[in-house]
């Protein structure tokens, strides 16, 4: 009996050890991923880019299609995300403003036809 | 009866245990997905996330922050890549803006090495710069840089809220630091004159080129000039400065021997017509072809 005790105490140190180096020391590295398995950070600052690119370009369609790639979220709600996390990160008041302005516009927005001008 | 077996059972547990939890840390419950920073994105998508930078770039001047940006992304030389995506996005019959902006954000990051000064942040509002207007040779805003601790990514380093957001949280902290100096691109609206015409015999330059250099009025280089080459029955356009080892004014075209071809700079200003391939003759009587190099100028 006290043989099976220390026999499941090893089993369960030599899991512990596993998992450090699995999760830590040695985790699984991914390659090959996609703009919507970004860490919501990056994507933030992914939508943020496309807010700078509109508000210079004029382009809603052309945002539109660059945020589709972030995932199949309708583009109004990616940006509403992105502009949660923004606030969250603190980013600067300029750049939320972008933000905005990309939402508010994408909110009446249709595909094809253009959308209002920023 | 006595048990002779020893204590190798407990080597027999800690192995099965790492086992189970390297099982357990890899396949079964690997860290997330989700997780992943602009380095593991596939190709293509490295490309979308380039042209995003690229993009985002033109339309707020904000090198550091685009530098900031391409960082993320690993590349070994991001000029070089950024240069070789535009040519791609032009053969591929892509956006030709697209290829534009790729193409003067690698010009602005000819010689400037990516280094923690892409850290240094600065406005957006105090260097807008509207697509394809006259940039000013130098730019000094007031620098503004990140706040410390920026660069999570997969290792697990998850930034604080205070600075999770790598390229996006700005805190001023100080001013003066000097930006590098940005590549002056074209203004739309001005027409080009051709400065000067020349066929050139040079066994260093490969096949019939047509080779082009955009500069303003007082000779320096443009990047970003879009030019149109015509032929009968076809028509191209090029931009000056996707390669940037050969300058930032620079474009070259291909031609194909017989054809007659005409050349222009888009938007405006004086043709170059009758160009066509020929050949130069070596001192030993080899021959090879030569290559046409016309400049335009802002007048």
Same mark, same amino acid.
């Given at each position: 009996?006290?043989?099976?005790?220390?026999?499941?105490?090893?089993?369960?140190?030599?899991?512990?050890?596993?998992?450090?180096?699995?999760?830590?020391?040695?985790?699984?590295?991914?390659?090959?991923?996609?703009?919507?398995?970004?860490? !919501?950070? !990056?994507?933030?600052?992914?939508?943020?880019?496309?807010?700078?690119? !509109?508000?210079?370009?004029?382009?809603?369609?052309?945002?539109?299609?660059?945020?589709?790639?972030?995932?199949? #979220?309708?583009?109004?709600?990616?940006?509403?995300?992105?502009?949660?996390?923004?606030?969250?990160?603190? !980013?600067?008041?300029?750049?939320?403003?972008?933000?905005?302005?990309?939402? #508010?516009?994408?909110?009446?927005?249709?595909?094809?036809?253009?959308?209002?001008?920023? | 009866?006595?048990?002779?077996?020893?204590?190798?059972?407990?080597?027999?547990?800690?192995?099965?245990?790492?086992?189970?939890?390297?099982?357990?840390?890899?396949?079964?419950?690997?860290?997330?997905?989700?997780?992943?920073?602009?380095?593991?994105?596939?190709?293509?998508?490295?490309?979308?996330?380039?042209?995003?930078?690229?993009?985002?770039?033109?339309?707020?001047?904000?090198?550091?922050?685009?530098?900031?940006?391409?960082?993320?992304?690993?590349?070994?030389?991001?000029?070089?890549?950024?240069?070789?995506?535009?040519?791609?996005?032009?053969?591929?019959?892509?956006?030709?803006?697209?290829?534009?902006?790729?193409?003067?954000?690698?010009?602005?990051?000819?010689?400037?090495?990516?280094?923690?000064?892409?850290?240094?942040?600065?406005?957006?509002?105090?260097?807008?710069?509207?697509?394809?207007?006259?940039?000013?040779?130098?730019?000094?805003?007031?620098?503004?840089?990140?706040? +410390?601790?920026?660069?999570?990514?997969?290792?697990?380093?998850?930034?604080?809220?205070?600075?999770?957001?790598?390229?996006?949280?700005?805190?001023?902290?100080?001013?003066?630091?000097?930006?590098?100096?940005?590549?002056?691109?074209?203004?739309?609206?001005?027409?080009?004159?051709?400065?000067?015409?020349?066929?050139?015999?040079?066994?260093?330059?490969?096949? +019939?080129?047509?080779?082009?250099?955009?500069?303003?009025?007082?000779?320096?280089?443009?990047?970003?000039?879009?030019?149109?080459?015509?032929?009968?029955?076809?028509?191209?356009?090029?931009?000056?400065?996707?390669?940037?080892?050969?300058?930032?004014?620079?474009?070259?075209?291909?031609?194909? +021997?017989?054809?007659?071809?005409?050349?222009?700079?888009?938007?405006?200003?004086?043709?170059?017509?009758?160009?066509?391939?020929?050949?130069?003759?070596?001192?030993?009587?080899?021959?090879?072809?030569?290559?046409?190099?016309?400049?335009?100028?802002?007048?």
């Amino acid at each position: 009996m006290r043989r099976w005790i220390w026999f499941i105490l090893t089993v369960g140190i030599g899991f512990g050890v596993g998992l450090l180096y699995g999760w830590v020391i040695s985790p699984v590295k991914y390659v090959d991923t996609t703009l919507s398995n970004l860490r !919501y950070d !990056y994507q933030t600052d992914y939508v943020l880019m496309a807010a700078e690119a !509109y508000a210079a370009e004029g382009d809603l369609d052309l945002a539109a299609r660059r945020l589709a790639a972030l995932g199949d #979220t309708p583009p109004a709600e990616i940006v509403r995300q992105a502009m949660i996390y923004a606030a969250q990160l603190q !980013y600067a008041d300029s750049d939320q403003e972008l933000l905005s302005q990309l939402a #508010t516009a994408l909110q009446v927005w249709t595909p094809g036809s253009g959308g209002p001008a920023p | 009866m006595r048990d002779e077996r020893g204590p190798w059972y407990l080597l027999t547990g800690v192995i099965l245990g790492i086992v189970l939890g390297l099982a357990y840390a890899w396949l079964v419950s690997p860290r997330e997905f989700r997780d992943t920073s602009p380095a593991s994105l596939r190709a293509d998508f490295k490309d979308q996330y380039r042209a995003m930078v690229a993009a985002a770039y033109v339309a707020n001047g904000n090198l550091p922050r685009a530098m900031s940006r391409l960082e993320q992304l690993e590349d070994e030389d991001a000029a070089r890549a950024l240069a070789e995506q535009a040519q791609r996005t032009l053969a591929e019959g892509d956006d030709p803006r697209s290829a534009q902006a790729l193409g003067i954000l690698a010009v602005a990051l000819g010689g400037v090495e990516l280094s923690p000064a892409a850290s240094e942040e600065s406005p957006p509002s105090e260097t807008t710069q509207p697509v394809g207007s006259a940039l000013t040779p130098t730019a000094k805003p007031t620098a503004l840089v990140e706040n +410390p601790g920026t660069t999570g990514g997969e290792d697990g380093s998850s930034p604080s809220p205070s600075g999770e957001n790598q390229g996006a949280t700005r805190t001023p902290i100080s001013t003066g630091t000097p930006l590098p100096t940005r590549t002056p691109t074209s203004t739309p609206g001005s027409p080009f004159v051709v400065r000067d015409q020349a066929f050139e015999c040079d066994p260093a330059v490969p096949g +019939p080129l047509l080779r082009v250099l955009a500069e303003d009025a007082s000779g320096s280089p443009l990047a970003g000039v879009e030019v149109v080459v015509s032929w009968d029955g076809g028509e191209d356009h090029f931009f000056t400065g996707l390669k940037p080892d050969l300058g930032a004014g620079y474009a070259d075209f291909l031609m194909t +021997p017989g054809m007659v071809y005409s050349l222009r700079v888009a938007g405006g200003g004086e043709i170059v017509a009758d160009l066509t391939a020929a050949e130069c003759e070596t001192p030993g009587g080899s021959r090879y072809w030569g290559s046409w190099l016309v400049v335009f100028a802002k007048p």
